[in-house]
């Protein structure tokens, strides 16, 4: 009886309806993905009243970690097989990414202080597919000196251009050494240090992250922005730039609704919008749940709660997630590795991104390796797409392979009130996610998010 006293009632609530939890909001978050949880976070933090609700019953909706029950039933599996281990043992990403250690999601980690709730550990190599063969990615310019990536004397050349690269100071002309790289392409730039080709498309894929070779013509500014965080976070941990937290990815989402719901963020799971409801100028104005309704001054979500008008599709992403009895072959028995396989080097467009985690991550039962093998669709056979990844793998005791539509917000939703993340990218780490996060907060608030913050002032326990 006390629970119906306190159903709050409103002037704006149709008859028949009911208040959806406390009513009204300053803004309703749809999906637990890392993305919105991240928003959530960062509004509540400011003081505002936040409600997030998400259609499953677990946090991370396509990011999400699941144990072995949840995946099987997730892909129609049947019962996993008593052989590979422990339900409680696994923790296996549906998208799987790495954190690069000094780039802008360890930040926002930092500046948030959500590493509090959070352990980390480093990926033990960074590899890139080469000729035919997996070939580590150079640590330091001495490692590069023994490189079997490259001949001797593009060896030396490319220790030049690290060095060149490591002092640029965008702030410093003196460092720039006359040349202008808001500018000169990054391909003018690989030329004027006497790289060759093969050397361009290790560096820009394998260590500056580009997904293609669209960067080569464009400014080179940005381009060695990225490797100087690759190599300052390479410098970190040394054996590779990546982290990766403890028990899976599905922490990072449920990290940010902790910190929501600290600062008083409601969070509703297991609980589908029905409806977003719009005013008279087509203005987002609340969300309608079966029976209840709940307004706010805006919303934000994944684009699968939006209006198909509302966002358009941009490819199709195939992923593989393979179970192993062995670490990937000629990696050196390392228990997390990354491989990138250049698309050129495959006759593909887009590069093939290869990641493995195992118990040492805590994702697995002891002795069961996961290799994750992704890329953006070009034709239309998903398996052949990552053929050449799931080739270096050797036995693959089990696959789930998954094609999703990716999608990104039509308008930037200021005229509608409704912010639309885009999907998530088909490369395995989070800088281009990032991007999209950080333009998403300033869409809604109006101002960039601060990310001063040194990578390197909270020692956490990498």
């Known amino acids: 009886m006390a629970e119906e006293q306190e159903k709050k009632t409103f002037d704006w609530l149709p008859e028949g309806m009911e208040a959806l939890a406390d009513g009204e909001y300053d803004a309703i978050i749809m999906g637990t993905g890392l993305k919105e949880c991240v928003i959530s976070g960062l509004l509540s933090v400011q003081g505002m009243r936040v409600l997030h609700m998400d259609r499953n019953d677990y946090y991370g909706a396509d990011c999400a970690s699941l144990n072995l029950t949840n995946l099987y039933k997730k892909f129609e599996a049947g019962n996993p097989p008593d052989s590979l281990g422990a339900n409680r043992d696994f923790n296996v990403d549906l998208i799987p990414k790495f954190i690069m250690a000094c780039g802008n999601l360890t930040k926002m980690l930092l500046h948030t202080k959500v590493t509090r709730y959070l352990e980390f550990k480093s990926i033990e190599g960074s590899f890139v597919y080469k000729g035919g063969k997996i070939l580590k990615v150079p640590a330091t310019p001495e490692e590069?000196?023994?490189?079997?990536?490259?001949?001797?004397?593009e060896k030396r050349r490319f220790r030049n251009f690290l060095l060149y690269v490591d002092a640029y100071d965008e702030t410093k002309p003196e460092t720039h050494k006359g040349r202008d790289l808001t500018v000169m392409t990054m391909r003018q730039l690989y030329e004027e240090f006497g790289l060759v080709p093969d050397t361009h498309q290790f560096i820009s894929h394998a260590m500056c992250?580009?997904?293609d070779e669209a960067h080569m013509d464009q400014p080179a500014l940005a381009t060695v922005k990225e490797l100087q965080t690759y190599c300052y976070s390479l410098s970190r941990y040394g054996t590779s730039p990546y982290i990766y937290p403890v028990y899976g990815l599905g922490g990072l989402p449920e990290g940010f609704s902790r910190l929501c719901a600290i600062h008083g963020g409601t969070f509703m799971l297991n609980r589908d919008v029905d409806e977003i409801q719009y005013n008279d100028k087509g203005e987002a104005i609340g969300v309608r749940s079966g029976n209840e309704m709940a307004r706010a001054k805006f919303v934000v979500g994944d684009p699968s709660y939006f209006p198909k008008e509302k966002v358009r599709a941009?490819?199709?992403i195939v992923r593989c997630i393979c179970f192993l009895n062995h670490p990937i072959p000629n990696c050196g028995d390392l228990e997390s590795a990354q491989i990138i396989i250049p698309g050129p080097q495959v006759g593909r467009k887009?590069?093939?991104?290869?990641c493995s985690l195992s118990n040492s991550h805590q994702v697995t039962a002891r002795g069961v390796y996961i290799a994750i093998v992704s890329?953006?669709?070009?034709?239309?056979?998903?398996v052949k797409e990552v053929t050449p990844g799931l080739a270096l793998l050797g036995h693959i005791m089990q696959r789930f392979t998954t094609v999703a539509t990716t999608y990104e917000p039509v308008g930037d939703g200021n005229s509608d009130k409704s912010y639309i993340s885009s999907s998530?990218?088909?490369?395995?780490?989070?800088?281009?996610?990032?991007?999209?996060?950080?333009s998403l907060y300033k869409r809604i608030t109006g101002k960039d998010l601060d990310m001063?913050?040194?990578?390197d002032s909270v020692e956490a326990d990498y």
Request: hydrophobic share 40%.
């Open 375 to 382: 890329t953006k669709m070009e034709g239309n056979d998903p």
């Open 350 to 354: 887009n590069d093939i991104f290869v």
């Open 452 to 455: 001063t913050i040194n990578a």
């Open 424 to 438: 998530f990218d088909a490369s395995s780490h989070f800088e281009g996610d990032v991007d999209d996060l950080l």
């Open 314 to 316: 941009t490819g199709q």
């Open 144 to 153: 590069a000196l023994k490189s079997p990536l490259m001949g001797l004397f």
């Open 209 to 211: 992250l580009q997904l």
